[in-house]
């Protein structure tokens, strides 16, 4: 059994800066790709940015220069950088990875962190 648990996320100002913790745990040979969605009030789950097993990163438009993803493989670990945090960016964000388990893949998703930013 593989769970993913997110962490970080809180109530901020517009400015500010916070980092979301993905641990994977259970059976993992290894994490293979991984994202960051989110999900604000009303709207639908939308990617914010991707890491591949080779580190490629690729960013949604809207925090393309403001968040970093990241992994830490030894940690079984992808993290979420954001600065300049904007109100916009208020909602429950989840991520997904990718996992090998012996010879086969699947996906997992974590059960959210809430990042709140006030203007």
């Known amino acids: 059994q593989v769970q993913l648990v997110e962490s970080g996320g809180g109530l901020v100002q517009a400015g500010a800066s916070l980092m979301l913790s993905c641990i994977a745990s259970?059976?993992?040979?290894?994490?293979?790709?991984a994202g960051w969605y989110r999900q604000a009030p009303g709207k639908q789950r939308e990617l914010v940015a991707s890491i591949t097993t080779g580190s490629s990163a690729n960013y949604a438009d809207s925090v393309k220069g403001r968040f970093t993803i990241s992994r830490d493989d030894a940690k079984n670990t992808v993290y979420l950088q954001m600065n300049s945090l904007k109100p916009e960016d208020t909602a429950v964000y989840y991520c997904?990875?990718?996992?090998?388990?012996?010879?086969?893949?699947?996906?997992?998703w974590g059960q959210g962190t809430q990042v709140t930013v006030s203007s």
């Open positions: 997904n990875a990718n996992v090998q388990v012996d010879s086969l893949s699947y996906s997992y």
């Open positions: 259970g059976r993992i040979f290894r994490i293979n790709g």
